[in-house]
């Protein structure tokens, strides 16, 4: 591999990840106050039906679609569609844009559960220190979102349950890792998006019509409206595709320090467009989980 492609690859990478911490900061908690369920659906059906437009060639690979590639789309769609981004769009909003950069960084635990699912699934070997750094990380993540303070369920419980499910959205973005890394060994990122996208939207068009969630139509607002566009096509589907580019070009390795730009970018959006500073000891231990991450991909 040449070192144009991996230098491609790991910009293509680096700028998915900015593009993801200005969405957790900045866009998607300002959807808050419309259904969950709602949000993962448009923010999936809208970018799916301006692919349609370009894209619509891609239905010609379904006739060389076997069982397990409808499988692994599908799992994909069910963790890194509508579970993960269900768990991670309700936590920002239960900070209430308090703590949008802790329940990012969370997320940055999604390797520990990738690695595990990857030696479980695709039976890779796990290295010798897993154990040790993914306590590590793991404990880290304890003082990253409560400091040196006991959590308390009368007054923290917004955060307690935006750090559960902060994690979950890790474990379930980890699962939906694993499982594209198996779709990109025999399609292009053209191809796995757009059909990540439409297996996404289908599922979570079962969702509003079942629990009736399209009502929302009628408090969703003009600048709702925009912001479904504005994520759709640039911090959605675009970044996407420019992380499935990238990650076909670059190794594992690689790829986790050029997504560190995601963190790191979400701690500088929080600052300058809410105003918000970790505190020293979430610092710390942001830095000492971030690490711990890296030496997990080493």
Same mark, same amino acid.
């Given at each position: 591999?040449?070192?144009?492609?991996?230098?491609?690859?790991?910009? &293509? =990478?680096?700028? %998915? /990840? *900015? +593009?993801?911490?200005?969405?957790?900061?900045?866009?998607?908690?300002?959807?808050?106050?419309?259904?969950?369920?709602?949000?993962?659906?448009?923010?999936?059906?809208?970018?799916?039906?301006?692919?349609?437009?370009?894209?619509?060639?891609?239905?010609?690979?379904?006739?060389?679609?076997?069982?397990?590639?409808?499988?692994?789309?599908?799992?994909?769609?069910?963790?890194?569609?509508?579970?993960?981004?269900?768990?991670?769009?309700?936590?920002?909003?239960?900070?209430?844009?308090?703590?949008?950069?802790?329940?990012?960084?969370?997320?940055?635990?999604?390797?520990?559960? &990738? =690695?595990?699912? %990857? /030696? *479980? +699934?695709?039976?890779?070997?796990?290295?010798?220190?897993?154990?040790?750094?993914?306590?590590?990380?793991?404990?880290?993540?304890?003082?990253?979102?409560?400091?040196?303070n006991l959590p308390h369920m009368s007054s923290d419980k917004n955060t307690i349950y935006a750090a559960l499910l902060a994690i979950l959205a890790a474990f379930s973005f980890g699962s939906s890792t694993v499982f594209s890394k198996k779709v990109l060994l025999h399609f292009n990122?053209?191809?796995?998006?757009?059909?990540?996208?439409?297996?996404?939207?289908?599922?979570?068009?079962?969702?509003?019509?079942?629990?009736?969630k399209y009502t929302e139509i009628m408090h969703t607002n003009r600048l709702h409206w925009m912001l479904f566009l504005l994520i759709g096509l640039t911090t959605g589907s675009g970044a996407i595709f420019i992380y499935y580019y990238g990650l076909r070009r670059v190794k594992a390795i690689v790829a986790t320090i050029s997504e560190l730009l995601f963190p790191v970018s979400a701690i500088f959006f929080d600052y300058v467009v809410n105003g918000s500073v970790l505190s020293p000891v979430q610092f710390v231990a942001a830095a000492v989980m971030v690490f711990a991450i890296i030496k997990l991909s080493t």
């Open positions: 591999m040449s070192n144009k492609t991996i230098i491609r690859g790991t910009a &293509a =990478i680096g700028f %998915a /990840a *900015i +593009l993801w911490g200005f969405d957790g900061v900045v866009l998607t908690p300002r959807l808050h106050g419309l259904d969950v369920g709602y949000v993962v659906f448009m923010l999936h059906a809208i970018p799916f039906l301006l692919m349609n437009v370009f894209l619509f060639g891609e239905y010609k690979k379904l006739k060389n679609f076997v069982r397990q590639d409808y499988i692994i789309f599908m799992l994909i769609a069910v963790f890194g569609g509508a579970i993960g981004t269900m768990a991670i769009v309700k936590a920002l909003f239960l900070v209430n844009f308090k703590d949008l950069s802790v329940v990012v960084l969370l997320q940055k635990l999604q390797p520990i559960f &990738a =690695i595990t699912l %990857a /030696a *479980i +699934l695709l039976k890779e070997k796990i290295k010798k220190n897993f154990a040790l750094w993914a306590s590590i990380a793991v404990f880290a993540s304890y003082f990253l979102t409560f400091g040196w990122f053209i191809t796995a998006t757009f059909f990540r996208y439409g297996f996404t939207a289908v599922i979570m068009l079962f969702y509003v019509l079942i629990f009736g």
